[in-house]
């Protein structure tokens, strides 16, 4: 029973106590992040009241309709950092190209990735939404930011984390030390450790794709999921499906449960849906601290060199022996399609 109350703040101030180099610079723009979502959080709480749900009325840089939220969560993410001097390049979702840090201000040490608003088709029916962030430390030398800074490989992280708007309001965050989640206490305005060092079980409850594009995935990635759901004859138990269409929501509970969640790659989307620099390499960093694993569906994507701001990769994600159970299904499948006719069926 937790019987000790502690902030977010007093968390990451003893986290960083154990590091004698540390500047405190990380955990303030811990704090600067926590503090942009407790005000988009406020905001999501009176949407349905002060009528900015619906559309802006303009497309975004991926040619979707941009919803007054996702303008309002990127905005104020923006305005919560590029004036701290700890940060010296920002890329977002919502911006096509890095996000220019006032030249007074450049000199940060950290580059920060965010989706302001994942998952924000829900909103408007008043489901699970989230903000996704990445930090890496800057790689160029000095003045403002530039590529170089945010096209790093996930496994460049320095911290990264998601708050997810839902029936509560929870931040979940690692600097490497394990994942660690904090639930925001509206009367008091705080975030109060309540997942302590959160460890996904090894082997899942449920399983998390949209299965209405199963037509467009390849073999290989069929027989994985007609796996994941009992369907094989390899002794795999049966899996339950669930899938809210808002990766912060389904990631959440996969991760506290246990659970796989996947988009594949598939006709539609050849390199899968799903951005690698500020949705998926935040979360496989925080999957992979709580004992999970996370993938494109073969490569580790921690281990994914960047080229691109908003480049796309598949993303299977979660317990880690789900996971490697998709990889081998995966490679087994291409292999007997490859190999001699006398492989056993599976
Ligand atoms: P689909 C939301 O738009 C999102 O980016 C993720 O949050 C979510 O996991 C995925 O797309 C849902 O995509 O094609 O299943 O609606």
Same mark, same amino acid.
């Not at 704090?31 to 559309?55: E, H, T």
């Not at 305005?79 to 007074?104: F, K, W, Y």
């Given at each position: 029973m937790q019987t000790s109350?502690?902030?977010?703040?007093?968390?990451?101030?003893?986290?960083? /106590? *154990?590091?004698?180099?540390?500047?405190?610079?990380?955990? &303030?723009? #811990?704090? /600067?992040? !926590?503090?942009?979502? +407790?005000?988009?959080?406020?905001?999501? *709480? *009176?949407?349905?009241?002060? &009528?900015? #749900?619906?559309? !802006?009325?303009?497309?975004?840089?991926?040619?979707?309709?941009?919803? +007054?939220?996702?303008?309002?969560?990127?905005?104020?993410? +923006? &305005?919560?950092?590029?004036?701290?001097? *700890?940060?010296?390049?920002?890329?977002?979702?919502? /911006?096509? /190209?890095?996000?220019?840090?006032?030249?007074?201000?450049?000199?940060g040490k950290y580059a920060v990735l965010f989706d302001p608003l994942d998952g924000s088709s829900n909103i408007d029916v008043n489901s699970a939404v989230g903000t996704i962030f990445s930090i890496y430390r800057r790689v160029s030398m000095h003045g403002r930011g530039t590529s170089s800074d945010v096209l790093q490989p996930g496994c460049k992280q320095v911290a990264a984390g998601y708050i997810m708007y839902g029936s509560s309001t929870m931040l979940v965050y690692t600097t490497g030390q394990g994942a660690h989640g904090f639930t925001l206490d509206p009367t008091i305005g705080e975030f109060l450790l309540s997942h302590p060092r959160i460890v996904t079980p090894r082997v899942g409850t449920y399983y998390s794709v949209n299965e209405s594009n199963f037509h467009r995935w390849d073999i290989e990635m069929q027989t994985a999921v007609r796996g994941l759901k009992g369907d094989l004859s390899d002794g795999v138990s049966p899996k339950n499906s669930r899938y809210i269409g808002s990766l912060v929501g389904d990631f959440h509970r996969n991760l506290v449960a246990g659970g796989i969640f996947l988009y594949p790659a598939d006709t539609k989307n050849p390199k899968g849906k799903l951005r690698l620099l500020y949705e998926a390499s935040p979360m496989a960093f925080i999957a992979e601290q709580a004992e999970g694993s996370a993938t494109d569906g073969v490569q580790r994507i921690l281990d994914i060199m960047p080229t691109d701001l908003h480049q796309r990769t598949p993303l299977v994600i979660g317990s880690r022996e789900d996971v490697g159970y998709v990889a081998d299904t995966l490679r087994r499948t291409a292999a007997r399609a490859s190999g001699p006719v006398s492989q056993p069926a599976l």
């Open positions: 109350v502690t902030t977010i703040e007093r968390f990451i101030l003893d986290q960083e /106590d *154990r590091y004698p180099e540390a500047t405190g610079e990380l955990s &303030n723009l #811990l704090y /600067d992040i !926590a503090l942009a979502s +407790k005000i988009i959080a406020a905001a999501i *709480r *009176r949407a349905g009241l002060v &009528n900015i #749900l619906g559309k !802006a009325g303009h497309q975004n840089v991926q040619g979707e309709e941009q919803q +007054k939220l996702d303008v309002f969560a990127n905005e104020t993410i +923006k &305005n919560c950092l590029q004036h701290t001097g *700890r940060v010296c390049a920002m890329g977002s979702e919502e /911006d096509e /190209d890095i996000i220019p840090v006032p030249p007074e201000y450049a000199a």
